[in-house]
């Protein structure tokens, strides 16, 4: 049906608004459908486009975990970047270090000898060096002893070992040899020693007391004998073989152990006690270089008795020992207070000190390994430890050897 025409005059009537209208809302109607139409068509797009890029990333994470699974079962040599065309490299067998035994060394002289067997100044060959060879029957001592040695690497202060081996009955523990005499030589060659001398020595034995006692380990036995002088003239303390650990905060020990004129009061009581008992000693050294005299008479002045002292200049240095040899060792200096602090050494940079970047008072004459280079030194055979259970055990038999630098490292002593 064709539409009606008007004519022109006819426009204005209520039949022409009407198909007017009509047409209006057919075209509105279309355009709708047309805008629908186009929003639809976007969205597909835009889920397409979706879909597409989610597709693409899951095949790259397949694509990268299948390179991964590849990766991981090439061998080593493959997946180096050569692949299976990659020569492999020769496998050089790993080689062992030599067995450690007396043979390792030529033995010269004796440094020292007591209850606890000798030491000898020996020469390691392999090593083209100077070392102090400790040999004693193997006791829980010995392993403890070994133990401290290990720790005392840490520390400039403190003797170390190099290694050790053993026999079913003795056990040699390699020291480092320090061949500048003892600060017992020194007070003897000396007698009194200098206040400026004093305040250094005494410094020095702080750091390696506090490194000790850091770690738990009470030394017992600290003296003028037991503090050795190296070529440079700095102090190392030396022999643990009383030495005991596990000593932290609150923790104490029982057990008469020393030297006479050296133990604390808690120590010669036999009642419980702690690193206090280090400090009591240090301060008996100080006291004995100050005045070349020991500050108590016997045991029984140590618990009930104090010192005299009208013959000591510094009053720094008098109140320093006042409060290392308190009979109680609770207010005792060191374990109360931080020593450092003291107006004794004022004059210390401890940052120097402990950087051995000071030089020392006194520098010692030390030998060195090429002084015994021609020596044949002594044989085996006059080195073993007397033992009624050690008859029939060769010296060059059963050793067990151990580098002490290796914190696994332990002494069987089990006899």
């Not at 047409?23 to 459908?33: A, G, H, I, L």
């Not at 006692?213 to 102090?235: F, Q, T, V």
């Not at 004129?261 to 240090?282: C, F, H, Q």
């Not at 720094?316 to 609770?330: I, S, T, W």
Request: charged residues 30%; glycine residues 6%.
């Amino acid at each position: 049906m064709k539409p009606k025409c008007f004519q022109k005059n006819d426009r204005g009537s209520e039949a022409w608004r009407k198909l007017k209208r009509s047409r209006e809302d057919d075209e509105e109607k279309s355009e709708q459908r047309r805008r629908s139409k186009k929003a639809k068509k976007s969205e597909k797009s835009i889920e397409k486009n979706k879909n597409i890029k989610e597709n693409s990333r899951k095949k790259s994470k397949e694509q990268e975990e299948k390179k991964f699974q590849q990766k991981r079962s090439r061998s080593p040599e493959s997946s180096a970047g050569g692949g299976s065309h990659r020569k492999k490299r020769p496998c050089v067998p790993a080689t062992k270090p030599a067995q450690l035994d007396i043979s390792s060394f030529i033995f010269h002289f004796e440094l020292g000898q007591g209850n606890f067997g000798k030491v000898m100044l020996a020469s390691w060959t392999s090593k083209k060096k100077l070392v102090a060879v400790k040999i004693s029957e193997k006791t829980p001592l010995t392993e403890m002893e070994a133990h401290v040695l290990q720790i005392a690497r840490g520390s400039p202060f403190l003797c170390h070992a190099y290694a050790a081996f053993q026999t079913k009955i003795v056990a040699y523990i390699i020291l480092e040899y320090i061949g500048g005499g003892t600060l017992h030589d020194l007070m003897s060659g000396q007698g009194i020693i200098k206040t400026d001398n004093i305040v250094f020595y005494s410094a020095e034995m702080i750091c390696g007391l506090q490194f000790l006692h850091s770690k738990g380990i009470i030394h017992r036995d600290l003296k003028p004998a037991n503090i050795l002088l190296d070529h440079e003239g700095h102090i190392k303390i030396a022999d643990f073989g009383l030495a005991v650990n596990s000593i932290f905060h609150n923790n104490t020990t029982r057990g008469r152990a020393g030297t006479r004129g050296y133990m604390a009061p808690e120590v010669i009581k036999r009642k419980e006690y702690n690193t206090a008992a280090d400090w009591w000693s240090l301060g008996v050294v100080i006291y004995k270089m100050a005045t070349n005299l020991f500050p108590f008479n016997n045991e029984q002045s140590v618990v009930d008795k104090e010192p005299e002292y009208s013959s000591i200049c510094s009053t720094e240095l008098v109140d320093l020992l006042q409060a290392l040899l308190k009979k109680d060792r609770h207010q005792r200096l060191g374990t109360t207070g931080n020593i450092r602090e003291h107006p004794f050494y004022a004059s210390v940079d401890w940052v120097k000190l402990e950087n051995r970047t000071i030089i020392p008072p006194f520098k010692p004459m030390v030998s060195s390994y090429g002084d015994f280079s021609d020596s044949t030194g002594e044989t085996s055979s006059s080195l073993t430890v007397s033992s009624d259970d050690d008859s029939n055990n060769s010296v060059l038999e059963g050793f067990s050897f151990q580098d002490l630098s290796d914190s696994s490292g332990r002494l069987d002593v089990k006899v």
